[in-house]
């Protein structure tokens, strides 16, 4: 099955073409209540525990089938919000409209496909923008009734749950053996030969992974993650651990209080005077520096939850700059940009290992653009290594946002035959789990 996957729930318009090379059963045991994951619901606990050790029934496969991605093309818009520092909603739209079509064009000819190989359509319906994921949902319901296709709306948490499911025919390096430079939305698509269409294909204004820090590379681990697993998604607008029973099976077991990781990113790259987005500026401007005596407070640093907070961390480091006389230099950017990114690193990975713990999950993965991060990427593969947790990062590029992440979340569904269709509406919150 081939399936052409739309996202633009925020600020980029991505469209990827993906194809399923076998089908797969969806897993019927129950769903887990979020009630009963709750740190501290000792009985609700122990029976989820027996439940997840459980051997899977042998009809009740809860495993995703392998997802090729064929293309992956985004066309960020962070040239355009950078002025304002942060995602104008309006803007967002307007640009969605505009990219939408030369994007999809794009990755039909990346593919090598025509809308007539295409088998079913799938579309983030949320949560995000309003005003953005209905240009995405307009477009592709368009698509699908005039080829009488099957669409399924995808939620974004889940996608990015499941992005480290995603396969390509040559693996995407993790360290930054960066994308070349590309060719603009309008030019033809290269020869088969020169094109890497097994990398995402940026056309516009997406941070450079060149900038980014290395990474050594991360000892070489099975395919895909296996379920039961436990999903940390960290990202602009989320930041939330699941325990992920199933590709359609999650269950919400803790969240930020207040602002996402990504959000903090952000802010206190703002802050720091550092270029939008904050996440990978503040990433390269910590490389290799270490913040001394400086530290900043981890926001819930305890053990009886497993809820995050990094409001009060972006408010100590405002307070810290003000306190100063004269602004930051550079040296004292790098230093706090460290202390900042350490503090956030740390409850990522505390929180994250106290879940797998708690669940006796012994599988993590991550999904969001702060897993693009080099220290968080360093310091959970130590952590896990060390606790013996199998650990899943999707390849740097997809952890921001893309549509093939969309199209693999889809794949159950359109494989049961299930359509959305014309009914498909945007939806600006939308819990799992
Ligand atoms: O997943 P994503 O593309 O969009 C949302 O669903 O929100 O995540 C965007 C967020 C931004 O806040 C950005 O600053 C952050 O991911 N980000 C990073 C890095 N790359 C992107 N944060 C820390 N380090 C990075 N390398
Ligand atoms: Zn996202």
Redesign the pocket.
């Known amino acids: 099955m081939i399936v052409l996957a739309i996202e633009s729930?925020?600020d980029?318009t991505a469209a990827a073409v993906v194809e399923s090379a076998e089908g797969g059963e969806r897993a019927e045991t129950d769903r887990l209540t979020a009630e009963a994951l709750r740190p501290g619901s000792g009985q609700a606990l122990r029976a989820l525990r027996r439940t997840l050790r459980e051997p899977v029934p042998p009809t009740s496969d809860p495993r995703l089938p392998t997802v090729l991605v064929l293309s992956d093309v985004v066309a960020s818009q962070i040239e355009e919000h950078a002025p304002y520092g942060g995602v104008v909603p309006e803007l967002a739209s307007r640009r969605h409209l505009t990219a939408i079509l030369p994007v999809i064009r794009r990755a039909l000819a990346d593919a090598e496909r025509t809308l007539g190989d295409i088998d079913a359509l799938a579309v983030t319906a949320g949560p995000g923008l309003v005003g953005s994921l209905l240009i995405g949902i307009q477009a592709a319901k368009a698509i699908a009734h005039a080829k009488r296709l099957p669409l399924v709306g995808v939620n974004?948490l889940a996608a990015?749950l499941l992005s480290s499911h995603l396969r390509r025919k040559s693996p995407v390096a993790v360290p930054p053996s960066a994308p070349s430079a590309l060719p603009a939305p309008s030019a033809p698509p290269a020869p088969p030969s020169q094109r890497s269409s097994q990398r995402p294909q940026r056309l516009s204004g997406k941070?450079d992974l060149r900038a980014?820090p290395s990474l050594p590379s991360l000892p070489s681990l099975p395919s895909a993650p296996s379920f039961p697993s436990l999903g940390l998604v960290v990202?602009?607008?989320?930041t939330a651990l699941y325990a992920v029973q199933g590709p359609e099976r999650f269950a919400q077991l803790a969240a930020t209080r207040d602002d996402?990781a990504?959000?903090a990113?952000?802010k206190v790259?703002k802050l720091l005077g550092l270029p939008y987005?904050?996440?990978?500026a503040?990433?390269a401007a910590a490389d290799g520096v270490e913040p001394g005596d400086l530290r900043f407070p981890r926001g819930l640093d305890r053990k009886d939850t497993l809820d995050f907070s990094f409001s009060g961390l972006k408010t100590a480091v405002a307070d810290h700059l003000r306190a100063r006389c004269e602004p930051p230099d550079r040296d004292e950017v790098r230093r706090v940009a460290a202390a900042f990114q350490e503090s956030v690193v740390a409850s990522l990975v505390k929180k994250s290992l106290l879940a797998c713990e708690r669940l006796c999950i012994p599988r993590l993965t991550l999904g969001?653009?702060?897993a693009?991060?080099?220290a968080?990427r360093r310091a959970m593969a130590n952590a896990c290594g060390a606790a013996g947790i199998a650990l899943f990062l999707p390849a740097r590029a997809d952890?921001?946002?893309n549509a093939a992440m969309v199209g693999l979340a889809a794949v159950p569904r359109l494989l049961r035959g299930e359509d959305d269709g014309g009914a498909l509406g945007a939806r600006s919150s939308w819990p799992i789990g």
């Open positions: 729930s925020c980029e974004h990015h941070s980014l990202s602009g607008g989320h996402a990504g959000e990113f952000d790259g987005p904050g996440g990978p503040i990433d969001g653009g702060v693009a991060n080099s968080l952890c921001t946002d």
